[in-house]
């Protein structure tokens, strides 16, 4: 079940409110686990079990870690296994088929190794899980006795499938009973609905766009429609991902709970340094509490720094999916971090229009290797855009789809927050956000399933 779907909007989402809402609350939490665990089992049934398992294994590992807060030993021995099991879940369930079928490729022989199917949403509740119990070891957070505190935190169906990624402690006081006002559920929903219209009405219409070019084939596309894929690509998955993010935040608001935000405009960023503190900030938070700093950060010298930025990029690129364009996507940004360290950020600093101009084209191309699973259509596709060839292909596409790049780039600039921080709570900015819902309902009556490109990573 996604957010953007009439079954989650007019089903689930009202019953869950109405008793949510209903019971006193203390018992709230055990309505969030038991809810979230219903909204995972409508799209992924078979997985439910691994998601319990999660909290059940890291509950009581970290128990014992706190149990045995004085014993390093036993203490570092029930932090191995938790990662070991963390770590090895996913592993397994979403890298066996990559490993297996590189390991087929380079040894010549087919194996007989069922396919696994990759269970919703692990990336993302693995690795909460995993900075919860760092986090109880370092001693940074007290250990949860609860079990269904933890359980709802883990499970939550806000967060759950796509983020953002939440350290414990962020939310930690908002699992405690409290009061949740009128207002907060209120910006909740204009949230919600901001969301909404920026997967339904914009990125969809994006993806549509992107999609249409590998019907043609990319070795028949004019050196102007490729920019214009790369484009729509460009704005497809940031407003899919930040509209996501969007209606995750407008969801917890109302639930009474503070999820952090996951963007902030990184499309104007100036270098791909000041891109990625905007760009799913919360995944970048996580890198570097937990791989880069542990790894010495940049307090160890300068080998020594571009070592763990390359390990980071390395294990970004690949959380991300398994496939080799994905390791090439992280590849390519940590090379153009490690410039910009070492020469081309100052450069950069100077102007800051031919800044935003080298970011944007950079994150461009980044999407396009992001975009594309084979390495050789990648490679046909940039040369598509960086040796001319005329044609008249994208006139089509330009009329069917131009028209939508214009709201969605202003849409993407702090313009348009601005705007909306001003004139959300008149007459006028709730009649365009009724507007906006009910458009996007209708949309939905009438569109095929489309699910949230995170969804499969």
């Not at 709802?152 to 350290?167: H, N, Q, R, S, T």
């Not at 969301?195 to 993806?207: C, E, H, P, V």
């Not at 594309?372 to 040369?383: A, H, N, P």
């Amino acid at each position: 079940m996604v957010f953007s779907s009439l079954n989650f909007m007019f089903r689930f989402l009202p019953v869950f409110l109405l008793i949510y809402f209903l019971v006193p609350g203390r018992f709230r939490n055990i309505v969030l686990l038991v809810g979230s665990l219903i909204f995972y089992g409508f799209g992924e049934p078979r997985y439910i079990l691994l998601l319990i398992m999660s909290v059940l294994v890291n509950y009581f590992l970290a128990r014992a870690m706190a149990a045995n807060q004085h014993r390093n030993t036993l203490k570092k021995l029930f932090l191995i296994l938790a990662v070991l099991y963390d770590v090895g879940t996913l592993l397994f369930f979403k890298y066996s088929n990559f490993i297996v079928n590189n390991v087929e490729i380079v040894s010549g022989r087919e194996f007989d190794f069922p396919r696994i199917m990759l269970p919703l949403g692990i990336s993302f509740y693995t690795f909460q899980i995993l900075a919860y119990v760092a986090d109880v070891y370092c001693e940074r957070i007290p250990c949860e006795m609860s079990l269904m505190q933890l359980g709802a935190y883990l499970c939550m169906f806000p967060k759950l499938l796509e983020g953002p990624i939440v350290p414990y402690s962020t939310i930690a006081e908002d699992l405690k009973p409290h009061r949740i006002t009128v207002d907060c559920f209120e910006e909740g929903l204009r949230v919600f609905t901001l969301g909404l219209g920026s997967k339904i009405l914009l990125a969809n219409r994006f993806g549509q766009a992107w999609n249409s070019l590998a019907v043609v084939g990319y070795e028949s596309l004019s050196t102007p429609t490729a920019w214009l894929g790369a484009g729509a690509y460009t704005l497809q998955i940031y407003f899919d991902f930040h509209g996501y993010s969007l209606m995750a935040i407008g969801l917890g608001q109302m639930l009474g709970f503070h999820l952090p935000a996951n963007f902030n405009h990184p499309y104007t960023a100036s270098s791909i340094t000041d891109f990625w503190k905007r760009w799913h900030i919360t995944l970048t938070d996580w890198f570097r509490t937990y791989i880069y700093i542990p790894l010495g950060g940049n307090r160890c010298g300068a080998v020594r720094m571009f070592f763990n930025m390359f390990i980071v990029w390395l294990l970004t690129g690949f959380w991300h999916g398994a496939s080799w364009n994905f390791i090439l996507w992280g590849l390519y940004h940590f090379v153009l971090l490690v410039l910009e360290r070492l020469f081309l950020k100052r450069y950069l600093d100077r102007s800051k229009i031919l800044s935003r101009i080298y970011t944007l084209i950079a994150v461009m191309c980044g999407w396009v290797i992001f975009a594309i699973t084979d390495i050789r259509e990648i490679g046909i596709y940039f040369s598509r855009m960086f040796t001319f060839h005329m044609g008249v292909d994208f006139k089509e596409p330009f009329v069917t789809y131009g028209l939508f790049f214009i709201p969605g780039i202003l849409l993407s600039t702090p313009l348009f927050q601005k705007l909306y921080e001003k004139r959300k709570k008149s007459l006028v900015g709730t009649v365009l956000l009724l507007a906006a819902f009910w458009v996007s309902v209708i949309v939905m009556v009438d569109s095929v399933y489309s699910p949230f490109l995170y969804l499969g990573f």
